[in-house]
């Protein structure tokens, strides 16, 4: 079971790998030769590989393996699902149990902060194409990192006053530090992206480019049809997590807060609620703990704060400043119920995509997602799209890998339009 450390808002709820706690765990590797942990990682960061450099006491190298795969290796580190990718894939599984390959990877991209490791270099000549990225989260960092990389002159712009999109706004800083993201965030910089902050994006403002990448992410709130969702102190988790890392210590939602959801954003909202100073926090999912989606570790760490989880209910009706009524799944559709009280209501029960047609004109779904074909291109030739704006929101090791093969899709435009 992972170590979980003391509670503080800018503490890691999970500690990494000391250097001899990682030796240990890379000398447990089997050194697979056609290793299926590198296949089961959708960025390629490959695990295979990079373990191998850190049993052989190479940090320089891991951390070269993984950021020429993924850009956001440290952020990864922290948040990405291994238990279901890489290290469900992991040949020990069959004796012991898996290696733990994001521990792994922690500890070489924190050994290339801490040596200050020069691990990408920007090439010495430019293109002359130039590509503007919308939005600065996973997707748009990874495309932006990989056309950079190939020399081309890649513009992000983002709305918000830093880069990260919800790596910044919408995670836990004990799940994931604002100084992680800004140091992955620093290796795309060093490649020579330039970003442009605190601007809503009009068309105008693209014309210029000779190619465009969407990756806005999820930001619509997502709120269910229930009485009394208006009143003061509801929140969808991706405003509730935004107002706690800008506002910091300002933001007081209250001694009661009820948090509705069971993945990782309803922990992390939870979590926060705990670290801003309410004394009771709990997690209200429609379904059994075994089906929560959230990484038992993070339920782990819920717990080791006090936040408490109820099952099987959902909520029917918001009564007032102070109370939510519930219905309660006991096999017979709703025939239980229950009253909480509450200062504050958080729905963490997905998010919605916002309308980007104030920026671009290209087909969406009846979602708001932007349809795109298999090689990320939009209705329009000279657009390319990914990530959560694409796919409806799933993990951001999947964000980073269709970022990178956006990039590729419209480093192929560019050369079939003979634009160098």
């Not at 447990?28 to 006491?57: H, M």
């Not at 047609?357 to 979602?367: A, L, P």
Request: glycine share 10%.
């Amino acid at each position: 079971m992972s170590k979980i450390v003391k509670a503080e808002f800018n503490s890691e709820a999970v500690a990494g790998f000391n250097h001899r706690t990682a030796m240990e765990e890379a000398s447990r590797c089997l050194l697979c030769i056609d290793a299926p942990c590198s296949k089961g990682c959708p960025a390629g960061t490959d695990p295979g590989k990079f373990i191998r450099s850190i049993r052989f006491r190479n940090p320089k190298g891991a951390a070269e393996t993984i950021r020429e795969n993924n850009i956001l290796g440290g952020t990864c580190a922290r948040i990405c699902p291994y238990d279901r990718l890489c290290e469900e894939a992991c040949s020990r599984c069959g004796i012991d149990r898996p290696i733990e390959i994001g521990k792994l990877q922690r500890y070489a991209i924190e050994q290339e902060e801490i040596f200050d490791m020069k691990t990408l270099k920007a090439p010495a000549e430019k293109k002359a194409a130039t590509i503007a990225c919308v939005g600065s989260g996973p997707s748009s960092l990874a495309c932006a990192a990989k056309l950079a990389g190939e020399g081309y002159n890649v513009t992000i712009f983002e709305r918000e006053a830093e880069a990260g999109g919800v790596l910044t706004y919408g995670i836990a800083q004990t799940r994931l530090p604002k100084a992680v993201v800004a140091h992955d965030i620093a290796k795309v910089e060093e490649l020579g992206v330039k970003f442009e902050f605190g601007k809503e994006v009009k068309a105008t403002d693209l014309n210029s480019f000779d190619a465009i990448f969407v990756g806005v992410g999820l930001w619509g709130a997502k709120i269910p049809n229930i009485k009394g969702t208006d009143l003061k102190g509801v929140y969808a988790a991706v405003d509730f997590l935004k107002k706690a890392r800008t506002m910091k210590e300002a933001f007081k939602p209250g001694q009661n807060v009820i948090v509705i959801g069971g993945g990782d954003v309803a922990v992390d909202c939870a979590v926060t609620a705990k670290l801003t100073g309410a004394s009771n926090v709990r997690l209200v999912y429609r379904r059994t703990i075994e089906e929560a989606p959230a990484n038992m570790t993070e339920f782990e760490y819920a717990l080791s704060l006090g936040v408490g989880i109820t099952t099987e209910m959902a909520p029917a009706e918001i009564l007032g400043t102070d109370k939510v009524e519930f219905a309660m799944f006991d096999g017979r559709d709703g025939v239980s119920g229950a009253k909480f009280k509450a200062d504050a209501v958080v729905f963490a029960i997905g998010q919605g995509a916002e309308k980007v047609d104030q920026f671009i004109k290209v087909d969406t779904d009846e979602k708001g997602s932007i349809k795109v074909s298999e090689q990320f291109i939009t209705s329009d030739a000279k657009v390319f799209a990914a990530g959560d704006i694409v796919n409806g929101g799933k993990t951001v090791v999947e964000a980073v890998a269709e970022g990178k093969e956006a990039a590729a899709s419209i480093i192929a435009y560019l050369e079939k339009k003979g634009v160098k």
